[in-house]
């Protein structure tokens, strides 16, 4: 766009060129400090796209008198920058939009990739002569931020397992003692020494700019200086807490605040335990067993069932079959604990053991006690009935025992065809990591790094002599699995996990059985924690210790949960200083450690857990661990072991408003204190206003993750008995005509089959098909008919399968060798900013449900709240999403 300089111009011009002028400047020294920092990423940074060029635009609509074209360019631009202006545009609802969307823009780098739109607004041949100066720059800042950061590429390549650290200098005992204590005592000097306001601003603030440098960087040794920087802060953090924040001088908030300040040192020491036990995964790989079958063990498989249906059973079983082992070398039994005659005929219809036992003593472990009376295999492989095995199973497994003797234990991961009720409810299946995946993602690498694997009853090897050497499976704790492990362990066998899902099984279904299941592991840790106490005893290394403490303090965070969703309400409601420290000190503690420690999480959690989504899984679960894990502490033996229903229905949406009572409780008391807390800012001691200011924003996020633990409670429909699992390989369909054409499943249940044909409008619905798979170089066929059709997508439904149809089918689909290899390419590293915003949402969406599902008397109020929050929600920045088009 050409610029006419004309002497004299009018104010609302001299009022656009100012605002340019500002913003550019502000602009070009953002530009500069990213590329001193080297997070440019190849990315051109368009000095007239964030927050210069829309609201430039926006003054210009309305201010300058401009030919129809532009003013069309203009308002496609407007509509891209700000999308949720309506019209008129100048309201005071809009006026916020436009600051706050303005103010996002200008935060984040927001360009628009797909733009075909070259129009600007001035010329900027001297800025882009600036800009190629700078890539001279930044060139020589990457090579050196290279060559700082990595460590031994070629080493670390060629090394078995990844190390922190090649250098062999660095394996020298002394040098390994100097650094600790060094870095020991720099951190107890940064810790302790007491700063003034303006101190800690200007350390903190170094910290978060070195802290948000490395946070792309890639290397450990970045991800083991953001730690450090983590752990200074927040343990200076703590220090300040204890030292200087107590309130002496009244007692209410003295006793409230060393209520906080415990939970606060309880989330301190499981965020260092947890990063000692996820620095450094192992990442094990499979060992590669010899080619003669002959020398290969025998393996007993274990199906324990209580009270799931055989259609749980069946398939599981089928597949156990299946796996890629010599027949004479391969048992399988099912340990029916419900004594059902189906089941004994199931079993011996398909050839496999079926065991039942006088009483049910016990219950699990019992059941497979009694198993290993009456079976000999040299190993025992256990799956709980809804787990279906990948043939490779064993092949994958077994060469660690066969490598080391001491080995006791291979343990997989537990990967879940269906839906968790978080997913299921809150419809982000496959979108969202779920809550088992931090864990069995991350936590049990981590584990294996330090000999500390779990047995996580399932999906998982035993070597029978080790079993046979502690007395059996440990009987008295719910948690018997995880008990044995560290019954073995301490026995001097090792344990390991293979991070390659092997087996794939069913979700709980509802919320109320997945808090259910949760409660028995909650109890069962505490119940190791008092009868078998990991810190004492011997056998353990300091290690173990540590992996197995942070196990059972997880379990323990229902009060310090309860805690942090209350705490702001001792100022709001009793103005009870609890944290005893001027406005401005508060702000430059907490603040900028939340930041910092979210950052790291998020570097080393990664695609294994998002942002918040912790915090909304431990709101959830708070009320409900708390009582069975105190219990648990003070008296072990109290409590039973209960069965964890799996393959059930949702015949109709509906809100589950008895476990949902502690949630709502709670979000109704911080929504109260937020309007109480409005009410002191408006009318109250204005002396409070920082502290009142900083307590009502704690208690905003509270409610976010209140309403997003809400929103959990709404339980979807689920009327599919047989879940589809997400597929893509090749196959082929046979026409009624005898035309063979080579198709991709795109899906498979026990019952049906999507497709890809690749060709619109090839059948109808009813018509009779015949599909082939294969199993290696075998091939079966299928008889199925159309259900449904939408474009080249087919969904087929199996005809009736006789038994050798249904093995044949099972073989082809669930215990495929790559089945579930895929279970972690779907998610993408955490991105804070996205996350959070996906919680807010998710948020919102509870306080529509419980609008949907409230009683009619209450109705009229949730709707009022809800309006308010709606309305807030749209004064919120939006992304823009969609390409300008050039007119």
Known sequence: MTNNHNKTLSWPERVTRIILSFFLTKKLVRFVFYKFHGYYNQHKMSLIGAFTLPFLLLLTSVFIKLDKQRKYQIKQKLTYYFPHINQPVFTASNCVRILLQAFYLALFRVTNKTSNDKSNILSWQKVSAFFRYLNLIDRLLVRICKRTWSFSVKRAKAAPYRQPFDSKLWHHRYLKVLFAVLLFFAVAVFVTVPFSIEAQAIFISLILVVAYSLRRVKGQMATIVLVTLAITTSTRYLWWRYSDTLNFGDPLALVLGIGLLLAETYAWLVLILGFFQTINPLQRKPIALSKDTSSWPTVDIYIPTY????????????AAQSIDWPADKLNIYILDDGKRPEFAEFAKQIGVGYLTRPDNKHAKAG???????????????????????????????????????????????HHFFSADPFERNLKNHRKIPNENMLFYGLIQDGNDMWDATFFCGSCAVLRRSA???????????????????????????????????QAAGLATDSLSAHVGQRIRWARGMAQIFRLDNPLLGKGLSIAQRVCYLNAMLHFLSGIPRIVFLTAPLALIYFNAQIIYAPFIAIFLYIVPTLLQVKMTNSRIQGKYRYSFWGEVYESVLAWYILKPTTVALIN???????????G????????????SKPYILLLLIN?????????????????????????????S???????????????????????????NFPAAIRLANGRTIKVRVTDYSNNGVGIDTGHNHLCQVNDKIELLMSRGLKQFSFDTYVCNTRDSLMGLTLKELDLEKQKAFIQCTFSRADAWLDWQDNFKHDKPSYSFSHVFYTSLRGFKNLIFHAPNQLRPLILFVSNILNFVASLLPKKPIKALKSS
Not at 395 to 406: A, E, H, L, R, V
Not at 648 to 655: A, D
Request: glycine share 6%.
């Open 671 to 699: 929504v109260i204190g937020m309007a109480y807390g409005i009410s002191r800012l408006l009318f109250g001691d204005s002396s409070h206003i920082g502290v009142l200011l900083i307590s009502m924003l704690w208690a």
């Open 636 to 646: 072990p033996n109290k409590g039973k072991f209960n069965v964890t229903e799996k």
């Open 467 to 501: 079993l046979e050497e502690i007395g059996g499976f440990a009987v008295e704790t719910v948690t018997e699995d995880a008990h044995t492990a560290l019954r073995m362990q301490r026995a001097g066998y090792k344990t390991t996990y293979i991070n390659i899902p």
């Open 648 to 659: 059930g229905l949702n015949k109709s949406e509906h809100y589950d408003w008895i476990i």
């Open 307 to 318: 009270n799931e249906p055989l259609d749980v059973v069946k398939p599981t079983t089928i």
């Open 367 to 413: 059941n497979m006690n009694h198993a290993m009376k009456v079976t000999n295999g040299d190993y025992i492989a256990i799956f709980d009935c809804d787990h279906i095995p990948a043939r490779s199973f064993l092949q994958m497994t077994m060469g660690q025992f066969i490598n080391d003797s001491k080995v006791c234990l291979v343990q997989t991961p």
């Open 701 to 727: 996020y509270n409610i976010i993750i209140l309403g997003a633990a809400v929103a959990v409670a709404a339980e979807a429909k689920q009327v599919r008995s047989s879940h589809r699992v997400k597929a």
